[in-house]
T-cell receptor, first 112, second 115 residues
Framework: EPEVTQTPSHQVTQMGQEVILRCVPI?????FYWYRQILGQKVEFLVSFYNNEISEKSEIFDDQFSVERPDGSNFTLKIRSTKLEDSAMYFCASSGGFQPQHFGDGTRLSIL | DQQVKQNSPSLSVQEGRISILNCDYT??????FLWYKKYPAEGPTFLISISSIKDKNEDGRFTVFLNKSAKHLSLHIVPSQPGDSAVYFC??????????????FGEGTQLTVNP
């Protein structure tokens, strides 16, 4: 069964550094998403992406965040200058225009 | 964000019995609801969904019930199996099934099925 893959599984970064999280969505899907889960908290929506542009973003997704689909397969989340509170599990998801969204196994981001 | 709430952080049942997981929501705009299962070190896996035009959807051992007037949904697992032990998330979406709209998640309920 097709799946969403995310790399790396764990990323450790110094505060203030830039980090890029990578995702390969399911190949025929049209909608792409990023969510995050801070330890002990709910899974929170960050951004959705469709037709090469952001279709929706949450209040969490400020100017420090950006998303890109650099080629036909990858979907990336960049955090420009990481803060301690960015430490979380980041999940990529994709859907074919219909729900449900299918999730990857996540990248654990640790900011030191 | 209290729009979707799962009030029970954990549930323990015996193998073969019924597991009932509950979820409440407050946003009247939600019209599509999903249940995800999550094992440690994995992402959420889609389990079953229901549109607001229905009050029940069944898939094998899993049934989801929706009570719109009470803004409540539940997931029934019958019979429960040890492999069902996982965290179960309730999620909700506005704008229906045919859209890429965001999911709003509940806190999750840890289900443990004892052999």
């Amino acid at each position: 069964e097709p799946e969403v893959t995310q790399t790396p599984s764990h990323q450790v970064t110094q505060m203030g550094q830039e980090v890029i999280l990578r995702c390969v969505p399911i190949s025929n899907h049209l909608y792409f998403y990023w969510y995050r889960q801070i330890l002990g908290q709910k899974v929170e929506f960050l951004v959705s992406f469709y037709n090469n542009e952001i279709s929706e973003k949450s209040e969490i997704f400020d100017d420090q965040f950006s998303v890109e689909r650099p080629d036909g397969s990858n979907f990336t989340l960049k955090i420009r200058s990481t803060k301690l509170e960015d430490s979380a599990m980041y999940f990529c998801a994709s859907s074919g225009g219909f729900q449900p969204q299918h999730f990857g196994d996540g990248t654990r981001l640790s900011i030191l | 964000d209290q729009q979707v709430k799962q009030n029970s952080p954990s549930l323990s049942v015996q193998e073969g019995r019924i597991s009932i997981l509950n979820c409440d929501y407050t946003n009247s705009m939600f019209d599509y609801f999903l249940w995800y299962k999550k094992y440690p070190a994995e992402g959420p896996t889609f389990l079953i969904s229901i549109s607001s035009i229905k009050d029940k959807n069944e898939d094998g051992r899993f049934t989801v019930f929706l009570n719109k007037s009470a803004k409540h949904l539940s997931l029934h697992i019958v019979p429960s199996q040890p492999g069902d032990s996982a965290v179960y998330f309730c999620a909700a979406s506005a704008l229906g099934e045919t859209s890429g709209s965001r999911l709003t998640f509940g806190e999750g309920t840890q289900l443990t099925v004892n052999p």
